[in-house]
């Protein structure tokens, strides 16, 4: 509710969205510094420039800021009206991939939408139109969200939708983790702890044994407790390796000996490694206490919401954007098993980076929702004070 005249024009939540954009554009140059160093090496073998990946990088880095300015200047509750038409364009394009891949045209991993240069991962928009419809449902549903049929059913059909197409890419690591964030939205949104728990036992054993039916899944899941091949635990070997010559302090800027061709995928999937070398144990932290930022500063946004809507959304977002993060420092410090999920903000990539900026503008404007109003309810006054001066 809204109380008084008028609502202060600094409200609580819109500088927890200024701190959250503030700690946002922190990452982006942390990432574009990190993905040069870390990439310098690579760059120069495959397209025989050491600052290939640093241009990029940097340029994502500012069309990120693009789309979090726009998006945060546009009524979030604008999703709500179009939430089932970008459910449905992501499980089609999620769908269109498996039948080229079928077909023949494409060949290994179906995750790629675009042609040329200009792509985007499908399973990147699946994660935000799977948090946007969810959230529809939730703030539609709350008056009976115990309800079996009329509530829980259908939002556990659009989930296991969403994650059995992007495990079938195949793309396990994802579909898991939007599996996590589905069911935390579940619970944050009041569904019945019976409902949830009876449906998670069938789904852990059915993720498991799909986990184990590839033999690159279950060679990364034997390397991860101990006893899988020297080839398959060479990465986290090697990211191991950096985290430890970094020590307390780091070895410096640009001077990781990891990322002389030794780790792969240095600049994306194993980056935290790197940057743990260079930066050290309390750049690391500091790091991972950046995100931690980002989870206080969006929770808070939520909490504060003005309606279920942006209430769940909120949480979906920061959900996200945090499990990401930690999820890939955590397979990095052999923590969690390997994975290939991003971090965000700091992995190479303009796909992921796009798509959570489009988060964190969202978010932004959440917390922007009282000034709106305020605004909206001087302009009002206002006019009719216009008015009855006229009369």
Known sequence: MISGSLVPEKTFESLAGKLLLLLVVILMCIGVLAVYSSGAGWGAKKFDSDAYFLWRQAAYAVLGLVVIFIVGGVDYKVLK???KMILVVSLVLLAMLLVLKSL?????AARWIGYGRVKFQASDLAKYALIVHLATMLSEKQRYIKDLERAYYPMLMVILAVCSLVALEPNFSTAAVLMVIGFAMLFIGGASLKHLALTLLPMVLLATVFALSADYRRERLLTFVGIGSQKASYQVEQALIGLG?????????????????????????????????????IGAVALLLLFGGIMVCGLLIAQNALDDFGKFLGYGITIALCLYAFVNAGVACQLLPTTGL???FVSYGGSAMLFNAFGVGVLISISREKKRLARGKESGEALKQKSETHA
């Open 81 to 83: 009206s179009f939430s």
């Open 104 to 108: 023949g045209i494409i060949t290994g």
């Open 245 to 281: 010559n970094g020590g307390l302090t780091g070895l410096g800027i640009g001077a990781s000996k990891q990322r002389e061709l030794f780790l792969p995928a240095s600049y994306n999937d194993f980056i935290f490694a790197i940057f743990g070398e260079e930066y050290g144990f």
């Open 342 to 344: 991003p971090m965000p």
